[in-house]
């Protein structure tokens, strides 16, 4: 089954905010996502001191955070997305 994604009003924000390669490695990590959100080739990890926030590595510079949406847990809610300090600070 594969999980259905929906995006924050910050994440699209910010989502225009990063450059169009970034886009278009996030859209190929997105297909791996929605199949495995805990493949090894993402990065996925839960974030310190949050019991249902995770991050998603786009590159090395730039994370993803996302949650399970609490009524669906099929699917997947992006939160934020941009450089690792400021994201991952304010996820």
């Known amino acids: 089954m594969l999980l259905k994604i929906r995006r924050s009003k910050r994440f699209k924000k910010n989502a225009k905010r990063v450059?169009?390669?970034?886009i278009?490695?996030?859209r190929t990590?997105?297909?791996i996502f929605v199949k495995n959100p805990f493949h090894p080739s993402l990065g996925t990890k839960k974030?310190?001191?949050s019991d249902r926030i995770y991050e998603l590595r786009i590159n090395?510079?730039?994370r993803v955070t996302w949650q399970y949406d609490k009524e669906n847990e099929d699917?997947?809610?992006l939160r934020n997305i941009g450089y690792h300090d400021k994201t991952i600070k304010n996820p």
């Open 24 to 26: 278009s490695i996030l």
């Open 75 to 77: 699917t997947i809610i």
């Open 29 to 31: 990590k997105l297909e």
């Open 47 to 49: 974030i310190k001191h």
């Open 60 to 62: 090395r510079d730039i």
């Open 19 to 22: 450059d169009k390669e970034v």
